[in-house]
């Protein structure tokens, strides 16, 4: 008996694929599914292992690395990390790996869209940063920004706290609006025109971040631009879905489904469909 050859599948419609370490990427996923919507997301969320925020580089490197292969194994065609954190402490790493790969599969990170955004936003050249402290400690803001315009002046706050808070879905109480008006007061102080929104979370609390930092302060998340720049990429690639109906999207997990979706549901404002619990080798 002679075997059956699986059906090959063109690269154009392989999904794209998006990773965070919880459902803050899902605001990336957000943008993408409306500049984008033709084309079929995987989104992964790394939620067993979140937070990445207190996390080292080495961890953050073997940790994505990890999460590129299984989305690899899905035919991703584009691989998009919608976590500032990974981006910041791992994506050379990871370019490095997936271009080795016989696929050799381009990596779209967050950290270099916005601060594009935020040097071209900024009236005063001082900018702000509220970011986890791995990314903080990364200087990859420093780093983006100042290779756009290096006399900018640049304040980057670590905010601990903010994206547990808000992927752990808490009420906003009394103790939340006192984090969240700690860490901005040092941009206040510096008299900041822009804040660069440095993790996915944040967009999520939005409107309170404008309350405290004030109506003339411009915030800068990296969905949009982001959105743009898988555009270009698949288009200069000749990668991009060709059909002109809506694509798929399907997401999976390495934590709790049910809160997952709970979360995921809320924040995406449409139904998560079916949702698969993935495990990862290396330990939480
Ligand atoms: N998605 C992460 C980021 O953008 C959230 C924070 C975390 O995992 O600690 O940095």
Known sequence: MTAVAPPTVHPRD??????????GGLTVLHELLVQLPHEDYVYLGDTARFPYGGRSTEELEQFTLEIAERLLADRAKLLVVACNTATAAALPALRRRMMDTTLGIDVIGVVRPEA???????????IGVL???TTVDSGAYEEAVHAVDPHV???SVPCPDLAPIIQGGDPFDEHVVEVVKS???????ANVDTVILGCTHYPIVRPMLQRFLGGGVTLISSGQALARQVEHALAT?????????????RFLCTGDVDAFRALGTRFLQMPMGSIERVEMGLPV
Do not use: W
């Open 237 to 249: 690639r000749d990668l991009g879905n060709p059909r002109a109906d809506e694509g798929d999207y």
């Open 153 to 155: 002046s640049l304040t």
């Open 116 to 126: 594009v955004q935020a040097v071209t936003a900024t009236h005063t050249g001082r």
């Open 131 to 133: 970011a986890t402290p």
């Open 14 to 23: 392989r999904p794209v694929a998006v990773f965070d370490s919880g459902v």
């Open 183 to 189: 860490y901005c007061a040092p941009l206040k102080e």
